[in-house]
């Protein structure tokens, strides 16, 4: 996880959400639903990146809470 931002990734049956470089978990919930709310908060929070992670482990989602140039380039 070398993205900046928070990432929903699962955990033994449930879900974490991580920020990247962290060793440990910000909060551990039941459902994907429960743990992406929560990252989606942290995120626009701190003005970062959110990364879902699907049960193989693999980047499914991201959405940007940043400061996104607009208009966008190119």
Request: without cysteine; positive net charge.
């Amino acid at each position: 996880m070398a993205t900046k931002g928070q990432h929903v990734v699962p955990a033994g049956g449930r879900w974490s959400v991580r920020k990247a470089g962290a060793s440990r978990a910000s909060g551990t919930y039941e459902t994907q639903g429960e743990a992406i709310d929560r990252a989606k908060t942290l995120a626009k929070n701190q003005g970062t990146e959110l990364y879902v992670h699907g049960k193989d482990g693999r980047i499914r989602e991201r959405n940007s809470y940043g400061k996104d140039p607009f208009p966008p380039k190119g």
